[in-house]
């Protein structure tokens, strides 16, 4: 339709091969003012001065359907539907309104100000600016508003509920409705095999591939720098920079990054990325902060429910999970094995004349020994494997997708892996040995009870064979 008015106006003459013409300058229009558009907020805004006098021209000099170009503004302030809305339409909508008031009778007597049609232009342009600005700042307000009270709602749902996934769900509504941005998201800093990682857990943006999770202590990117300095960071422009975690995409200009930290303690950080360079003010930054810190409150708790809640199916010797976690794990597995037909092992595991070394070694010793044993143990099993102590010096494991041959075949790996093993303690080293008993689904039972009675069984009868061997039923 813009096109079509260009078309239309006086300088095109239609049938004479002048179309092409007012294609290219069109085309050439809309890619100078949204270069720049994004060179700066200053260029911005001539640019929608220019976008502006150009509608009221059309408007004025010649046709109302060319109303059209009104549009311009909307067009050229970029990709975003609020900004079209805002500067487009509500200012279309203004001007119009502008230009109503000049042509009607009640201005008849101020007419002899506007003796040349420029001035009548630019004045009337200036005031469909400042209008359009003034309900636009306006909205945004109203806008921010409504994100204070999405953040009051974070802390009054959260209060009630540990739902990790709720929770992020609520901060990227909350972050979207509050701030301008292409890309929108947060990392949480998280203990991944022994080494702390920050870990994406939030993002939005057509861009989402290009983020992945990183170690706190990575230099040259802000990402780090915010998470040890424990400060907001506004970055003016990343064009140029070289971020070592932020990719080199044309659109990545300004960005604000703020830590969530609870007290002194650092938990994660949140970001916002822009198409525009310069695009945070100071009392966004502030506005972050708030949001943050209302956030990290929340977050703390959910961290301290989830310790709390694996600390209440984890073994505070060996590191394992619980009698209780294997026997409530064991039926839903074997739940989903029977749907799939699949097959599935239990496998209990007990060290051999533990009471002998207790007494040799002393008890402490000995509890260091299980501990050795369950670490053992566990490198030597697959990812997918449950690894849980049963009781005492027993030790029991849930083996999905293994029937009774193949499962034997592993446990007399495990066996062999602690045969081999030297151990060492209180200064001295010892050979310790296990015995194992092993039943299967669907060969030696088909309930949960059922298998661990069978390889209760298998085990016992491995040690009345002697001990430090592996006997299935």
């Known amino acids: 339709m813009i096109l079509y008015a260009f078309y239309l106006s006086p300088f095109f003459t239609p049938g004479h091969g002048d179309f092409w013409l007012a294609g290219a300058l069109f085309v050439s229009y809309a890619v100078i003012t949204d270069l720049l558009f994004y060179a700066n907020k200053t260029a911005a805004a001539i640019v929608f001065f220019l976008d502006s006098l150009v509608c009221a021209g059309f408007f004025l000099e010649w046709k109302p359907f060319m109303v059209p170009l009104l549009f311009l503004p909307g067009i050229t302030a970029g990709y975003s539907f609020r900004r079209f809305v805002m500067l487009g339409l509500g200012n279309m909508i203004l001007q119009i309104g502008v230009f109503s008031f000049y042509f009607s009778p009640h201005f008849s007597l101020w007419n002899y100000v506007f003796q040349h049609s420029i001035l009548a232009i630019i004045l009337m342009n200036m005031t469909g600016i400042f209008l359009s600005y003034a309900v636009f700042h306006a909205f945004k307000e109203n806008e921010q508003s409504r994100g204070l009270l999405d953040l009051i709602q974070v802390g009054q749902q959260m209060g009630s509920s540990l739902n990790y996934e709720k929770l992020s769900s609520l901060l990227m509504k909350v972050l979207t409705s509050m701030f301008d941005a292409h890309t929108y998201g947060f990392y949480v800093l998280e203990e991944r095999e022994s080494e702390k990682m920050a870990v994406l857990h939030g993002i939005d943006s057509m861009y989402h591939q290009l983020f992945f999770d990183f170690a706190p202590e ?190 034997s075949v592993y ?13 060492v303690v209180g200064g001295k080293t010892a050979r310790i040995t296990i015995s194992a008993g092993v039943s299967s689904f669907p060969e030696s039972a088909q309930t949960a009870k059922d298998l661990i009675e069978c390889s209760d069984k298998a085990l016992y009868e491995s040690k009345r064979r002697g001990r430090n061997r592996v006997v299935y039923v």
């Open 218 to 407: 990575m230099e040259h990117s802000v990402f780090s720098q915010v998470l040890k300095e424990k400060k907001i960071k506004n970055v003016a422009d990343l064009k140029g920079t070289q971020d070592r975690l932020l990719p080199s995409v044309k659109t990545f200009r300004g960005a604000l990054v703020c830590p969530i930290c609870f007290e002194d303690e650092v938990l994660g950080l949140i970001f916002l990325i822009s198409g525009s360079a310069n695009a945070y003010t100071s009392s966004q930054e502030s506005l972050l902060s708030l949001l943050s810190n209302q956030f990290a409150v929340t977050l703390k708790n959910i961290l301290l429910y989830q310790k709390t809640a694996v600390m209440a199916i984890t073994d505070s010797l060996t590191g394992l999970y619980t009698h209780g976690y294997f026997q409530d794990q064991l039926i839903k597995q074997l739940t989903e094995h029977k749907y799939q037909t699949k097959p599935l092992s239990v496998i209990i595991l007990d060290v051999d004349h533990f009471k002998v070394v207790n007494d040799t070694f002393g008890h402490p010793q000995g509890d260091y020994i299980l501990s050795q044993m369950a670490g053992l143990i566990r490198n030597n099993v697959r990812p997918q494997d449950l690894v849980c102590r049963y009781g005492g010096d027993e030790f029991v494991l849930i083996a999905p997708g293994l029937d009774r041959i193949s499962s």
């Open 411 to 423: 446990a007399e790996r495990v066996r062999k892996s602690v045969e081999d093993y030297v151990f």
